[in-house]
């Protein structure tokens, strides 16, 4: 058996170390060897889960002398974008009153909060409910949110998401956490959800938790809801943003170059469609869903977990808005999501220079200037092109005013960021063109895909009391 074990962690040793190579990081690679590297993350991975597994049940293995929650399995779901599929089919072969436990481990080395969603998951049908409880017994917030589906596109799958907030992990450990669906038991936090049949396109929408109140309103020019302000709760200031889903056209790029035709313009709903939005407010998640077309959705959330004003929490759940993406793109287009903040005299203050822009390398912060013109080319792409880089886990907009803020941007992947404009930041998310650079693909990086792509923002008052991590 140790040899076994020892035998599944060294593939997963050996294909890691084939996955550092350059191409396989970045996807500069053609298509079939894209799948392969894919193909033998996903072989290394089960086995280590396999590994992972067994050592686990000899942890949490069943002691018949007390009452502790039977095990009906351990499972997980590598390389799935849809979330941990098989907890459903444990679910649906559990009988009532049992457990399905789910151990959040926190790779990290301090202690934290974070909030778990479990995508996809429908009751059995004699149960409507979900319970979640701790290692003591005691009942956690959770919450179910009825998922979207696209009107003709497809998209997200049927079901539920059921959230809840894993509490104080300890650093390099884990918790554990029971969830059951019990015949007749207090469910999951109510869920109030509206859709767009429910009310006019003309009324705000508002989500707020005790840290930040982030309000959208609908636009008549690109036919859906876009960001118009959000106010910091904690220091009473308001920031009046604006985010804009745009896309530029591809110019002869390809994997390596990033050529754009002019500047970026932004997603227009289809000329006649209606939108169909919905919004969900809760005890744990606030959620506003909007279905801008068969091709692209987008998730404004707020989370309750960490919010100081309710429960007076110290971790960072609740101080972020996540703005969620599940985009597939029409050819040789490049898809940006870009905040607009307007100058004034009391959140941003009155910065004319147009703010500060910095992005990470991995290892700090960079400061990062704004239109430079690289190899004496004056071209507007070049311009533009030459104005992103890359960012590991944060890049942030500051106002020049001592007294103003900051816009700060945290994301688990590797993207590209930039300042084009005044008081203005970017973040370039999907990539499709129909274009070989010339650079040694030998390949155009037509990624039909459809991306899901999760980011978080924070809006802070600088020299304030706030820190952020990029632990996303």
């Not at 290394?44 to 050592?55: R, Y």
């Not at 118009?228 to 056209?249: D, H, I, P, W």
């Not at 959620?287 to 068969?294: A, E, G, K, L, P």
């Amino acid at each position: 058996m140790q040899l076994v074990w020892y035998m599944d962690n060294f593939l997963i040793f050996i294909i890691e170390s084939v996955m550092e190579h350059h191409d396989a990081i970045t996807g500069t690679a053609k298509d079939f060897v894209n799948a392969d590297y894919f193909q033998r993350l996903q072989e290394g991975t089960q086995a280590a889960l396999q590994t992972a597994s067994q050592a686990l049940a000899f942890l949490v293995r069943i002691n018949e002398n007390k009452k502790t929650p039977t095990m009906v399995g351990l499972d997980f779901s590598p390389l799935n974008q849809t979330g941990f599929s098989p907890i459903q089919s444990l679910f649906k072969a559990s009988p009532e009153d049992q457990y399905v436990p789910m151990i959040i481990y926190n790779s990290l080395a301090w202690e934290r909060s974070e909030i778990v969603r479990i995508e996809g998951v429908e009751p059995p049908t004699n149960r409507t409910v979900f319970l979640v409880l701790d290692e003591l017994g005691n009942t956690v917030p959770s919450q179910l949110l009825p998922r979207g589906r696209q009107p003709t596109g497809g998209g997200l799958a049927p079901g539920y998401d059921l959230y809840f907030e894993a509490q104080n992990i300890p650093p390099l450990g884990w918790n554990t956490y029971f969830i059951t669906t019990p015949a007749s038991s207090p469910s999951a936090s109510p869920t109030t959800t509206k859709t767009s049949a429910a009310n006019s396109l003309n009324e705000p929408v508002i989500l707020q938790n005790g840290v930040y109140s982030m309000t959208l309103l609908w636009n008549e020019a690109v036919g859906y809801y876009k960001l118009s302000s959000v106010v910091n709760m904690l220091t009473g200031k308001t920031y009046n943003v604006t985010a804009r889903l745009m896309e530029y056209v591809a110019y002869m790029d390809g994997a390596y170059i990033l050529s754009t035709r002019q500047q970026a313009v932004e997603v227009v709903a289809p000329t006649g469609s209606t939108l169909q939005w919905q919004l969900s407010q809760g005890a744990v998640v606030q959620q506003f869903t909007q279905f801008i077309s068969d091709n692209i959705t987008q998730t404004f959330r707020l989370y309750n977990a960490g919010d100081v004003a309710l429960n007076g929490s110290s971790d960072f759940v609740g101080r972020f808005l996540e703005i969620f993406h599940s985009a597939a793109l029409a050819e040789n287009r490049e898809m940006i999501l870009r905040f607009d903040v307007t100058p004034d005299s009391t959140a941003w203050g009155a910065d004319l220079t147009g703010g500060v822009f910095f992005s990470d390398n991995g290892v700090e912060l960079l400061h990062r200037p704004r239109d430079i013109i690289r190899f004496g080319d004056t071209s507007e792409r070049n311009i533009i092109a030459g104005g992103y880089y890359p960012v590991q886990a944060t890049a942030l907009l500051r106002s020049n005013v001592t007294t103003g803020g900051e816009l700060v941007f945290l994301t688990r992947q590797s993207v590209g960021a930039s300042s084009q404009l005044n008081n203005s930041i970017e973040v370039l998310f999907h990539r499709r063109t129909s274009y070989d650079d010339g650079r040694g693909v030998g390949e155009a990086l037509n990624d039909t895909s459809r991306l899901n792509i999760p980011f978080r923002y924070s809006f802070l008052f600088l020299f304030g009391v706030f820190l952020f991590c990029s632990c996303s």
